[in-house]
């Protein structure tokens, strides 16, 4: 993709824990039809890295065993916030 001045897109690529990242500016992404949390396939081509959708890009990127109602189902007001009602006892401070 090209600025409107016909220039390429820079960006740069960041550390992400053990990993790396690019951003990809939100133009980028809306030419080539691409949302966030797309899954998308990765390649090397010669020199290049070629970024691809992927099949099920419309799959979440993690699915959980549970739903959020699953798991808040049965609480009562009391045990939705028992963290709330936790106080620190003064010897946990000079620890």
């Not at 419309?58 to 699953?70: C, G």
């Amino acid at each position: 993709m090209t600025q409107k001045d016909g220039m390429p897109v820079s960006t740069y690529i960041s550390q992400w824990g053990d990993s790396a990242a690019i951003r990809l500016p939100a133009a980028l992404m809306k030419k080539a039809g691409i949302e966030k949390g797309a899954a998308v396939e990765l390649s090397v081509r010669g020199a290049e890295i070629v970024i691809r959708v992927g099949k099920s890009a419309s799959r979440p990127r993690y699915s959980l065993p549970f739903t959020q109602a699953e798991l808040i189902a049965g609480m009562t007001p009391a045990d939705k916030r028992a963290d709330d009602l936790l106080d620190v006892v003064e010897s946990e401070w000079d620890r």
